[in-house]
């Protein structure tokens, strides 16, 4: 998909006039989806070029840019080695730097780190460099919401601040095609919120996206189609057909039924008949709706839809094409099940799914596009944490995330929350 600007957010209907203001403002900046990252085109530094992405230019194996590699290299990687100064196991050739803790200031910007990391997303910036959006999995009473990092063109972190907050347990969340991040609450009255990276604009609640424990939001641009996950032992998978290109402020909620009982086969669309959820909850206002095992990460790439629950332990894919819902990955039954605990994910722009675990042995784990299913990063001395808001830069070497609640596993508040970024050859 390619993006023209940065649309606000703060008026769901952006007339003509107001379009052209925007086009001006961003000075005409072209945008790619490149993994769980919107890149700009012809920027300097590490977001220079780009290896094309979910529908982007370049189709899964992307057409590259200037300086940018467009060959996974994540198939080929391992073993982990020992423990590095910041406690990660990481394979040779690869550096790693803790970009921002919970509870203390990011470099000189003013904004302290908010407590539990959640799902994490990476935007260009004009400049060549970039932002890396996190959601807080913790109530609005200690912070909620959602904050931003912000690189140079070199990776210096040079700014952080707040994009959304008095808002509940934000978990996942999504990037939009457009340029905005979606932050979706994990509470029985949770919605999601649309927010503006460079926080700039006030974030703008989207209620017709239904109320419900959201986990994870990815939208299909080309369809007008944005697919939402429910992290419940019997959550649903939900699509939201919104009306008008690039306005989620309007549509028709639905959620996913698959034919036969499953769990694999043709999916059927059914209306939602209340999305407000007032009397009934959203998952069981239509009877022959399917249940799924605790929906988490969830992530739109040519065609299909990528989306684990953590309940059983698997990854499914969705093709739009075709409506067919398969199993790409089941601890149970894979021959090298290194892969539990299955929680965020995001997609390289050569079809590697890469998922944190939520407990497990605390791992980045990659279900690469060739086969092998690898380890790519492991933390160490954290075992009662969770990996959160796998996202990779727009120069595809480097990888961010989050230990949601750090060395104080027991903190449910995740008062000690860890960002990391991992550096090394992802892509060659």
Same mark, same amino acid.
């Given at each position: 998909?390619? *993006? @023209?600007?940065? &649309?606000? *957010? ?7 006039? #107001? +379009?052209?203001?925007?086009? @001006?403002? &961003? ?11 919107? %890149? ?11 290896? !094309?992405?979910? !529908?982007?230019? /370049?189709?899964? /194996? ?21 423990? $590095? ?22 470099? %000189? ?18 400049? !060549? ?20 990092? +912000? ?14 907050? =008095? ?28 927010? $503006? ?35 419940? /032992? ?75 629950? @953590? =309940?059983?332990? #698997? ?36 079809? $590697? ?5 939520? /407990? ?28 959160? =808001? ?39």
């Amino acid at each position: 998909m390619s *993006i @023209k600007k940065l &649309v606000p *957010i703060v008026d769901p209907v952006i007339d003509p006039a #107001r +379009r052209e203001f925007l086009r @001006k403002s &961003v000075a005409g900046v072209g945008w790619m989806i490149v993994g769980n990252t919107l %890149s700009q085109c012809g920027s300097d530094g590490d977001g220079m070029g780009g290896a !094309g992405g979910a !529908g982007g230019s /370049g189709g899964m /194996g992307g057409s590259g840019g200037m300086g940018v590699p467009t060959m996974s290299n994540i198939a080929n990687l391992g073993p982990l080695q020992d423990p $590095d100064e910041n406690g990660l196991r990481l394979p040779v050739g690869f550096t790693s730097r803790v970009i921002a803790r919970s509870n203390m200031e990011v470099g %000189s910007s003013g904004y302290v780190w908010h407590n539990a990391p959640d799902g994490g997303g990476v935007l260009a910036t004009g400049d !060549g460099g970039w932002l890396y959006v996190s959601d807080s999995e913790s109530p609005s009473l200690l912070t909620g919401g959602a904050g931003a990092v +912000r690189f140079s063109s070199s990776g210096d972190v040079i700014d952080a601040y707040q994009i959304l907050s =008095g808002t509940n347990l934000n978990c996942a969340g999504g990037l939009t095609p457009w340029g905005t991040w979606l932050s979706c609450e994990e509470t029985p009255t949770g919605r999601v919120w649309e927010c $503006d990276p460079l926080g700039e604009n006030e974030a703008v609640v989207r209620p017709a996206m239904g109320v419900f424990e959201h986990e994870a939001a990815t939208v299909d641009g080309a369809n007008q189609h944005a697919y939402l996950t429910e992290d419940l /032992g019997d959550g649903r998978l939900y699509r939201f057909v919104y009306d008008a290109p690039e306005d989620l402020s309007a549509g028709e909620l639905q959620v996913a039924e698959v034919i036969g009982g499953g769990p694999e086969g043709l999916v059927e669309w059914h209306t939602v008949p209340d999305p407000s959820a007032q009397s009934t909850p959203t998952r069981l206002q239509v009877p022959d709706s399917t249940p799924f095992a605790g929906g988490e990460g969830i992530w739109y790439q040519d065609n299909v839809v990528y989306f684990a629950t @953590k =309940g059983d332990n #698997r990854v499914w894919t969705y093709a739009t094409d075709t409506s067919m819902l398969t199993i790409l990955y089941d601890a149970a039954t894979s021959s090298t099940p290194i892969l539990t605990g299955v929680d965020n994910l995001v997609v390289s722009p050569a079809a $590697d799914v890469i998922v944190g675990e939520d /407990g497990g042995d605390m791992q980045v784990v990659a279900i690469s596009a060739e086969g092998p299913i690898v380890p790519l990063v492991q933390v160490t001395g954290q075992d009662l944490s969770e990996v959160t =808001g796998p996202a990779f830069g727009p120069s595809l070497q480097r990888l961010y995330f989050s230990s949601q609640r750090g060395t104080e596993g027991l903190d449910i508040l995740g008062m000690s929350g860890i960002t990391y970024e991992v550096s090394g050859p992802f892509f060659i």
